[in-house]
């Protein structure tokens, strides 16, 4: 693919995936050229024929809907908006999201129902295609009326203001302009609102935390089959008769999945003195079963929300029709932002508790995995370490999106607090990494003091993994390792 063709087209989750992973410049197609300069046009008609009020066209903006704005002011109007509502405050938006923030917007501007103009949108592209990022902040967003403050933020390079990250390194925006010898845009009736209604923040939150959704869960799947290895643990609990009568796709996935893994274990296979696992291992299919159906939901709403338009009001060319309604509001993604924190949290919770058990002295493998424990610590601290990031990311599920505070004079007086879930949904991710990488180093550490071989996938595994992070004889700096785990987990296990 040498270029993506943005032609008002579905895009998938896993498809915006490709397009942000394989670098692919963006370009507009004729038809959604000519949708977005018709609805230009029809705009700014709208604004000569004088008389009816039209929110954000002609009026002021929230509780000011009412205030009529004279034409020549349209303009001033429109950047006094980007200007004012960039109040953004907090630590800055990594540019992994800021880039999706950007074709997000892109994307549901090109639609022509939201008034843009082309020269806006084709801006917008070129700051995507040679990764020019508005420097955004992750605190003002209330979630409805679209992200107005972190939006704006996004949007001042257009007007040469604000700071932007180029070559890695922050300037501002008027550097960026010289470079590329462009003036700044000349806002029209309705564009600020175009440009700062819409759910891009949040989106943009949402689709990373979906779009690594696949490589986690299977990824707790292959690191919860090693520590089932390791902790001698049965299989019986993964049998599809079983699974199969509980009749929750899943948990039927799960127990599946899990027989794939280990087919061909001898470890799995040779007779086993216990007659059942605690329910860290025991419960795996039903635990990890339940987060990857809240997964699967959440990724339906996160792909309807990418495509479609989220600003305010909307325009109808062929309806002869402006509507003030409310696009922008952010409840669809932050009720499941708040249920994809919780599912992340489940499988970071349960694998912690592998970690204890592994840990425990039990099963007859050595008191915190070294062969002298007491002289030695072992993996004791590890298990702590990963026991405080499950609890941090317990706290950061308490639900955002049933708060609301009321806002512009009690015209927004029901919010979603979207962006919130946002920012607490990216660190239970980043978390559930660095679960991943204490897990992992825990259950191979664990899995090299038995003598049996484990299957094919996890042999391949602990093999790779070897190569990364050292089996651990007497006590050492662990967090060099620690760190290396994660980074193993993050970049080199699927």
Request: hydrophobic share 40%; charged share 20%.
């Amino acid at each position: 693919m040498s270029e993506f063709i943005i032609n008002n087209q579905w895009i998938s989750i896993s498809e915006m995936d490709e397009i942000l992973q394989s670098n692919v410049p963006l370009a507009l197609s004729e038809k959604a050229k000519k949708q977005i300069v018709i609805c230009r046009d029809f705009l700014d008609q709208k604004g000569k024929d004088g008389g009816k009020l039209i929110y954000g066209v002609n009026t002021g903006f929230g509780s000011l809907c009412n205030t009529a704005i004279s034409e020549r002011d349209l303009s001033t109007l429109q950047s006094n908006l980007v200007k004012s509502h960039a109040c953004g405050m907090g630590k800055t938006v990594p540019n992994e999201i800021v880039r999706r923030m950007i074709l997000l917007k892109i994307l549901g501007l090109s639609h022509g129902n939201s008034g843009a103009q082309l020269e806006t949108i084709e801006r917008l592209i070129l700051m995507y295609n040679e990764s020019i990022f508005p420097v955004v902040y992750e605190q003002g967003s209330l979630g409805a009326s679209g992200d107005l403050a972190p939006l704006a933020h996004l949007a001042l390079p257009l007007l040469g203001e604000g700071e932007v990250i180029m070559e890695g390194k922050k300037v501002h925006s008027s550097e960026f302009l010289k470079k590329y010898n462009l003036k700044p845009i000349i806002l029209r009736s309705k564009e600020g609102l175009a440009l700062l209604n819409g759910t891009q923040f949040m989106s943009a939150f949402a689709s990373y935390a979906v779009s690594n959704a696949k490589k986690l869960y299977q990824q707790f799947n292959l690191i919860g089959a090693l520590s089932l290895e390791a902790y001698d643990g049965r299989i019986n609990p993964f049998q599809a008769n079983v699974n199969e009568i509980r009749q929750q796709i899943g948990q039927i996935s799960v127990a599946k999945e899990f027989n794939e893994i280990l087919k061909g274990s001898e470890m799995i296979a040779r007779t086993k003195e216990h007659v059942q696992d605690p329910y860290s291992f025991r419960c795996i299919p039903q635990v990890h079963g339940a987060s990857k159906d809240a997964i699967d939901y959440c990724a339906q709403i996160v792909e309807r929300e990418i495509n479609a338009v989220t600003d305010n009001p909307t325009v109808f060319v062929e309806d002869d029709d402006v509507v003030s309604a409310g696009n922008f509001h952010g409840q669809p993604l932050a009720i499941s932002m708040d249920f994809l924190a919780i599912a992340w949290a489940e499988l970071g919770s349960i694998s912690e508790r592998r970690v204890y058990k592994l840990v425990s002295g039990t099963r007859d493998l050595p008191a915190f995995l070294v062969a002298n424990p007491g002289l030695n610590s072992g993996f004791m601290i590890p298990q702590y370490t990963a026991a405080s990031i499950v609890s941090q990311n317990k706290q950061l599920c308490s639900p955002a999106s049933v708060d609301s505070i009321d806002s512009s004079n009690g015209q927004e007086d029901h919010v979603s607090m979207g962006a919130n879930a946002a920012t607490k949904l990216y660190k239970v991710v980043q978390n559930c990494f660095s679960i991943q990488g204490v897990e992992l180093m825990a259950s191979a550490q664990a899995m090299d003091f038995r003598k049996e071989k484990s299957s094919p996938k996890i042999e391949k595994l602990r093999s790779d993994y070897r190569k990364a992070v050292p089996f651990i004889d007497v006590d050492c700096y662990m967090h060099p390792l620690l760190k290396e785990s994660t980074n193993f987990v993050k970049n080199n296990l699927i």
